[in-house]
């Protein structure tokens, strides 16, 4: 079975105070992992998607990394517009839905 | 610019209720997806829907649920007789290539 962990659950970090999410998966064959902003009461905002390990996407101060096992968010100099709830989902076969994880609580504080 | 709409934003409704939820895609796509999320949990899968058909669904779709695309265009989610495990947000995915975007998605509140 397709697994994703997500830690930490929650990080509280100050304004300028960079950081990195983690995102483990256990998958029979990964064919993207894509990372998504939530806000609360809202869907999920699509940031990034990754395809093959040692590949690097950044966005504003947001740059995701992957390895054949887990993906980094590392958050630079963070702003408390950043605040919210990342989500890592994994995509692996086919036509098949996207797997996620729990999601990481960022509180960014001025 | 939201890649799909969703209606209603939120619905209250009483347990054994039948509820219809629904989702407008901004463009014509073919690949859409149902998922939820209960309060504190992780986002779910509940069915795919491709060129008009269902594609898969999880062990969570079951009899009381069900999908249409009654128009042409909008996609309605229907679950015949809620229970209050159902409340939860749902939300309504477009697929282009391997990535996947989301409407705003309607919370739906079972008393």
């Known amino acids: 079975e397709d697994q994703v962990t997500q830690s930490p659950e929650a990080l509280r970090l100050q304004e300028g105070e960079s950081s990195s999410l983690n995102c483990s998966y256990t998958v029979s064959g990964l064919r993207g992992l894509f990372w998504y902003r939530q806000d609360p009461g809202k869907g999920p905002e699509f940031l990034f998607t990754l395809y093959s390990a040692g590949e690097e996407k950044e966005k504003e101060r947001l740059k995701a990394t992957l390895t054949k096992k887990e993906s980094f968010l590392h958050i630079t100099a963070p702003k408390p517009e950043d605040s919210a709830t990342y989500l890592c989902?994994?995509?692996?076969?086919?036509?098949?839905?996207?797997?996620f994880g729990k999601g990481t609580r960022l509180s960014v504080i001025a | 610019e939201p890649e799909v709409t969703q209606t209603p934003s939120h619905q209250v409704t009483q347990m054994g209720q039948e509820v219809i939820l629904r989702c407008v895609p901004i463009?014509?796509?073919?690949?859409f997806y149902w998922y939820r999320q209960i309060l504190g949990q992780k986002v779910e899968f509940l069915v795919s829907?491709?060129?008009?058909?269902?594609?898969?669904k999880s062990e969570i779709f079951d009899d009381q649920f069900s999908v249409e695309r009654p128009d042409g265009s909008n996609f309605t989610l229907k679950i015949r007789s809620t229970k209050l495990e159902d409340s939860a947000m749902y939300f309504c995915a477009r697929r282009q290539g391997y990535e996947q975007y989301f409407g705003p998605g309607t919370r739906l509140t079972v008393t």
């Open positions: 463009s014509n796509h073919l690949y």
């Open positions: 829907f491709y060129n008009n058909e269902i594609s898969e």
């Open positions: 989902a994994v995509h692996t076969s086919g036509n098949t839905p996207l797997v």
